[in-house]
């Protein structure tokens, strides 16, 4: 079965603390994995996807297929940063598979 | 163009009503799509169109019934809803790669329904 799991629904660090949002998926193939994110009102906007390897606002994230791993990653956390975080991953097809979400708040 | 929009943004309907909800994307994407979302829940799937064709149908209730009538609009028709229906409705769109899979999905902001 497809599965994404967010073990933490919420997770409250301080400005300029490293930050580490946690995704485990469950997949017999070759997933696409995504990370969007939802600002207080506005739209879900893709943040990553893996096979981009890009570091957006300072964000990062690699997939480790040993693990079924897709964490996200800041060294710094800034204020801005404070939104809902989906990990997310697609498979053989158009279904997009989301797990429940990790509220970020960044504290000053 | 490179966004998705959606018409209205928040609609109030009671149960007996039919209303329309409306999607629209210029980005030249074939597959869009149709998820619910409740407060503080992931989105749900509820149908994909795919080259103007239903693809996937996520055991929707006949009450909520798409229609694709060319690439760049989706409508979701509603019928007879429930309270238990209200929620955040997103629309997105994505390209379709040369393997016939859907890429990224774009959003769009919505529409918040409310059924009394």
């Known amino acids: 079965a497809q599965r994404v799991t967010q073990p933490e629904k919420l997770l409250s660090v301080f400005k300029g603390a490293p930050v580490e949002l946690k995704c485990n998926y469950s997949?017999?193939?070759?997933?696409?994995l995504f990370w969007y994110v939802q600002y207080s009102r506005q739209r879900l906007q893709l943040l990553l996807r893996h096979i981009s390897r890009e570091s957006i606002k300072g964000f990062t994230a690699d997939l480790n297929k040993g693990e079924t791993s897709f964490h996200l990653k800041k060294p710094f956390a800034q204020e801005e940063d404070s939104a809902m975080y989906y990990c997310a991953l697609s498979g053989r097809t158009d279904k997009l598979i989301f797990g429940t979400g990790t509220r970020l708040q960044v504290f000053p | 163009d490179t966004e998705v929009t959606q018409t209205p943004k928040h609609l109030v309907m009671g149960m007996t009503n039919k209303k329309s909800l409306k999607c629209e994307q210029h980005m030249g994407h074939r597959a869009m799509y149709w998820y619910k979302q409740k407060a503080k829940k992931p989105p749900e799937l509820m149908f994909v169109y795919s080259y103007e064709k239903l693809s996937i149908n996520e055991s929707v209730p006949s009450r909520f019934s798409p229609e694709c009538p060319n690439s760049s609009l989706l409508n979701l028709h509603l019928h007879a809803l429930q309270p238990e229906d209200s929620a955040l409705y997103l629309c997105a769109s994505s390209q379709v790669g040369l393997t016939g899979k859907a890429d990224t999905q774009y959003f769009g902001p919505g529409t918040r329904l409310t059924v009394l």
């Open positions: 997949y017999s193939g070759s997933p696409e």
